[in-house]
Structure formats: C-alpha cells, structure tokens
C-alpha cells in the first residue's frame, strides 16, 4: 500500500526555520505532483505549496511566499519544505499528499507533522 | 483569487440522506474533489472529479456540480459518516482552494 510519512515538526521560535520531510513508499514516487497542506487549530485544510513531478514548481499560498521553499529528491523517494521566519500563524498540522497532476485530486496523504511556532 | 463556501455544519438524522453543499461562481465549470477527515485522522479522498468514487469508498457517497454549487451527499447516513467534510478545486493561477469545511453529526 503507498505510504506517506512526514518528519521533522517541532517546537521553534517564531522568526526560527524548520525543514519538514515527506518520505514515500510503494508507488511510482517520480511520476506525481506532491504538495503539501496544513490543518491550524481549528481552522481548516489550507494548500501550502505543490511540485510536479520533474521539479517544477506549482505555487504557494500568498501567505508563505518568500518564506517557504518546496523542494523533491526522486532518488530518495522525499519530498521537502523549508520553512523560514516562521510566525505564530504557521502552527499547523502540516500533512503530504500525492496529486497526479495539476487539476488533480489528492489521493494519498501522510499523517502529518506538527509545526508549533512559539516563544 | 477564487472562493468557495461551505456551511460550518450539517445535521442529518441516522439513516438519511446529507447533503453537503460547497458554493463558488460558477464552480460547476470547475472539478470538485471531497475529502473526509476524522478527528485524529488524515484527510481520504471520497469523491474526485466531481462524482467519482475512489476504490473502498462507499456507494453511499456521491457527488453532484452545476451551476454556482457542488454536492456532497451522504444516503443512509451512519455514526462513523460523522467528521469534517472539504471540498477542494484548482483555481487558474494554478493553485489549490479547500472550502472552508462542514462538520457533519449523525443524530
């Protein structure tokens, strides 16, 4: 069964970074579009970023823009997001998902990674 | 950049039918894609492109898109149907929107 895990949340200071990881396991990893995608604390699902298959960039959301760099290592079967001057805003559950293509649905996720920004 | 709405929760007595709503302009020219999450749960894809049904997704689950709306339905509502319901287009730049959610509880 194709298998998402995310890694590296944790507590940071605001202002501080972080490096979130997606590992993927048992399908075709350097074929999709991958994206990720955070639950806050009651609030809702919120698109982060995406990346197709070679690499190319898909978007941010407005919020993360200049702050957030999406990345992926095919040979490694990872997907990344460095997150710099992370604020108080950015606590999340941050969840990787697979997408086929842009358009697409997401039909694998991970079980998320907790990001919490706080002093 | 684009928009779309859900109410923040909808009832449904055990055994009916639920219809969850997902409004944007003219969303019905849009695919809509449903997600189910549970509390403690990763999001599960429920209904792509509209009204396809992923394999190991109930028949109880369907989905509808016309005009300004798209549809969630949930027939023969069951206690485990309960969690946050969100739907989820493309919108051109390209990027991703997910309506706000809808809890939904089986009564």
């Known amino acids: 069964e194709a298998q998402l895990v995310e890694s590296g949340g944790g507590l940071v200071q605001p202002g501080r970074s972080l490096r979130l990881s997606c590992a993927a396991s048992?399908?075709?990893?350097?074929?999709?579009?991958l994206h990720w995608v955070r639950r806050a604390p009651g609030k809702g699902l919120e698109w982060v970023s995406g990346i197709t298959w070679n690499n190319g960039v898909i978007g941010y959301v407005d919020s993360v823009k200049g702050r957030f760099t999406i990345s992926r290592d095919n040979a490694k079967n990872s997907l990344y997001l460095q997150m710099n001057s992370l604020r108080a805003e950015d606590t999340a559950l941050y969840y990787c998902?697979?997408?086929?293509?842009?358009?697409?649905?997401?039909?694998?996720w991970g079980q998320g990674t907790m990001v919490t920004v706080s002093s | 950049s684009y928009e779309v709405t859900q109410p923040l929760s909808v009832s449904v007595a055990l055994g009916q039918t639920a219809r969850i709503p997902c409004g944007g302009y003219?969303?019905?020219?849009?695919?809509v894609h449903w997600y189910q999450q549970k509390p403690g749960q990763a999001p599960v894809l429920v209904i792509y492109r509209d009204n396809n049904r992923p394999s190991g997704i109930p028949e109880r689950f369907s989905g509808s898109n016309s005009g300004n709306t798209a549809t969630l339905t949930v027939s023969r509502a069951q206690a485990g149907d309960e969690a946050d319901y969100f739907c989820q287009v493309w919108d051109s730049s390209p990027s991703v929107v997910f309506g706000g959610g809808t809890k939904l509880t089986v009564l």
């Open positions: 998902a697979k997408g086929v293509t842009v358009g697409a649905a997401f039909d694998i």
């Open positions: 003219n969303i019905g020219t849009k695919s």
């Open positions: 048992t399908f075709t990893f350097h074929t999709y579009a």
